[in-house]
């Protein structure tokens, strides 16, 4: 049951969460444009599925929104 | 008449003008008001996506038609020059392997001015990693050279303070700044109205970028088609060359003579 802090906030995910790709799911963010940072690093989208999600790891998932 | 076309990082672009999409209504009427102001280049910020309750709702990118603008991501409310360099790894990886960004690290919440030993920083870290980087920065000219001799592609002062729409405050720095740069000047800030983008053009800018001078306007569609009449007039106006100012001596458009007159010679 891994506990990893989602863009600043812990949150717990079950056992079946083991994959950045299986986040994506459970995040429903699936077929969104997203980017993805993992303790510092950004996973390519092409990574999603072979990354393992770990204890503690620090994620920011964001978008694109309007800006200046 | 000669094709005057902007070039930033070996890019071609016919527009001038630059925006934002922020501040908006909504974002049919962002799409509309970048249509109506004939941009190429238009700014987008990064973001933690919302989680939970908003899950599905609507995205930016979805609205703008694909392939007709260049995105460039910014560091917008970013403090640090790791915070930022961070945020442009994300947009690359975001916007697939898309190099060119805007950077700015700022340095006071309540005035936005930049942090410029932050951007330094960043800056070199980023044109170290292959991005083509455009500075937002202020219009100190020895800060400028700088960060031109890191490697940016674009030197981007204030005009005036983001967001303020004081229009062009210190028109000489400004020159100070054209006139040493080998790489495009763009006015990042502080533009009000169609005025304020033809001052900034007949200066010498390469170019003019903004969000809230539209977005904010009453009617940010017409706004935005007036800023791109503002930023063509003053282009035209630059590259036609003023007729010098005459101080204190007046002469008349029309002849001095055969004036009919009841007054006898």
């Avoid at chain 2, 672009?13 to 190429?40: H, I, M, N, P, W």
């Avoid at chain 2, 020895?142 to 210190?170: D, F, H, K, T």
């Amino acid at each position: 049951m891994p506990t990893i802090q989602l863009n600043g906030e812990s949150r717990h995910f079950d056992a079946t969460v083991s994959t950045l790709s299986d986040l994506i799911t459970a995040l429903e963010l699936g077929g969104k444009r997203i980017a993805i940072e993992c303790n510092g690093e950004i996973v390519p989208r092409s990574q999603h599925a072979s990354t393992p999600l770990s204890d503690g790891d620090a994620l920011e998932i964001v978008v694109a929104v309007g800006g200046g | 008449m000669q094709q005057d076309a902007l070039v930033i990082a070996g890019k071609t672009y016919q527009s001038r003008l630059l925006v934002g999409t922020g501040k908006y209504k909504d974002f049919q009427q962002t799409a509309e008001a970048l249509d109506a102001s004939g941009c190429d280049i238009v700014t987008v910020a990064i973001r933690r996506v919302n989680l939970g309750q908003n899950a599905g709702e609507p995205n930016l990118l979805d609205f703008l038609p694909k392939n007709r603008y260049t995105l460039l991501p910014n560091t917008a409310g970013c403090y640090s020059a790791d915070d930022a360099v961070r945020t442009l790894r994300l947009a690359r990886e975001l916007l697939d392997d898309h190099r060119l960004v805007k950077l700015e690290v700022l340095g006071d919440p309540n005035n936005l001015f930049p942090n410029v030993r932050e951007t330094l920083k960043a800056a070199e870290t980023l044109v170290k990693e292959g991005f083509d980087v455009m500075v937002y920065t202020s219009d100190d000219p020895i800060v400028a050279r700088e960060l031109e001799q890191i490697g940016c592609c674009a030197i981007m002062p204030l005009a005036s303070l983001i967001g303020s729409g004081m229009g062009i405050l210190n028109p000489w720095n400004l020159q100070l700044i054209i006139e040493q740069s080998q790489v495009p000047v763009l006015v990042d800030a502080g533009v009000g109205t169609a005025s304020d983008a033809a001052i900034a053009m007949e200066l010498g800018c390469d170019g003019v970028l903004m969000n809230t001078a539209i977005a904010a306007a009453q009617d940010p569609v017409r706004m935005a088609m007036a800023m791109k009449l503002g930023v063509q007039a003053g282009r035209e106006a630059y590259l036609a060359g003023r007729m010098p100012k005459r101080f204190y001596s007046a002469t008349p458009s029309s002849p001095r003579e055969g004036v009919i007159s009841s007054r006898q010679g």
